[in-house]
């Protein structure tokens, strides 16, 4: 069975500095790994995806995340927090081909201190 | 390109009823989830439709059930409504068996009083 971890249900950050979310996963057989963000009162916006092709995945609004298998991590990264980035943010893994339903991590809260 | 389309965005029922959600996917998405977002719980896979053919669905009781039109919209229905159902229904779609792009929907906010 696939799992996820998210560490932290709350992280807060000043503006301008870096944001860490983590994340790790389990999976038995080589996964396809997400990161969503969703606003208040809307749904879930993809972030970045990692499905195998490179392991340094580039997202959008400036999020980054690495795919490190030794670890079983997809931490997501951003060199300097703006005030828009705050919101909830959500890992997600799918074990593979054949399979079809995203499991999610618990989520994590950002919040910006200005 | 219109997006993932969920309506109604809020709905309030009375315990014992049953609701219809409705998703519209992307044009020419064939596939289309349905997930629980409650904050007890988080996100939960309910089920997936791909060409009117329910392919896996998650762990809910039968008072769940979902369809999907050959038009590729889906509907989930829930009877007999129980306070716990009070949640945010997300739909999401993708196109064929690509596990590449889940595009979501806003959701419906479904409130049992």
């Known amino acids: 069975a696939q799992s996820v971890t998210q560490l932290g249900s709350h992280v807060s950050v000043s503006e301008g500095a870096l944001v860490l979310l983590r994340c790790n996963y389990s999976s038995s057989v080589p996964p396809y790994l997400f990161w969503y963000v969703q606003y208040p009162n809307q749904g879930l916006q993809l972030l970045l995806k990692y499905t195998s092709a490179a392991t340094l995945v580039k997202g959008i609004n400036g999020f980054e995340a690495e795919f490190k298998k030794s670890e079983t991590s997809f931490h997501l990264t951003k060199p300097s927090a703006h005030m828009s980035d705050a919101a909830e943010y959500f890992c997600a893994v799918i074990s593979g081909a054949g399979s079809y339903q995203l499991t999610f991590g618990k989520g994590t809260k950002l919040s910006v201190i200005p | 390109k219109a997006g993932v389309t969920q309506t109604p965005r809020y709905l309030i029922k009375t315990r014992g009823q049953q609701v219809t959600l409705s998703c519209s996917p992307i044009?020419?998405?064939?596939?289309v989830s349905w997930y629980q977002q409650t904050p007890g719980q988080g996100l939960q896979f309910l089920f997936e439709y791909f060409s009117e053919t329910q392919r896996n669905k998650g762990n809910f009781p039968g008072r769940f059930s979902g369809r999907q039109f050959s038009n590729s919209r889906s509907e989930m229905n829930v009877s007999t409504l129980e306070l716990g159902d009070s949640a945010l229904y997300l739909c999401?779609?993708?196109?064929?068996?690509?596990?590449?792009?889940?595009?979501f929907g806003s959701g419906t906010r479904l409130t049992v009083v």
């Open positions: 044009s020419g998405h064939r596939s």
């Open positions: 999401a779609s993708r196109a064929g068996n690509s596990n590449y792009g889940y595009t």
